[in-house]
């Protein structure tokens, strides 16, 4: 099935600002989405790599931004 991937990556990336917390000065959030997915967010340097045991990935600054700036996009009146 085809799909728009971008605003999969767009709608996941509101997502990681529903889940989103702050540990050790970082902005981290739950990473339980497609691995594809956040193949392309790494990729367009919103989080840093997903790769890895944990179970959070952390958000880049403009990561952090653009996760705000779309939740409230998506879900927000």
Known sequence: MEFDRDKVDEV???LLWL??????????????H????MDR???KNFIF?????QKSVVLTEEG????????????TS
């Open 49 to 53: 790599d997903p790769r890895g045991d």
């Open 12 to 14: 996941t990336l509101a």
């Open 19 to 32: 889940t989103r917390f702050k540990q050790a000065g970082a902005v981290r959030a739950w990473k339980g």
């Open 64 to 75: 952090e931004k653009q996760s705000k700036r779309l939740f409230e996009k998506y879900f």
């Open 34 to 37: 497609d691995f594809d997915t």
């Open 41 to 43: 967010l790494y990729s």
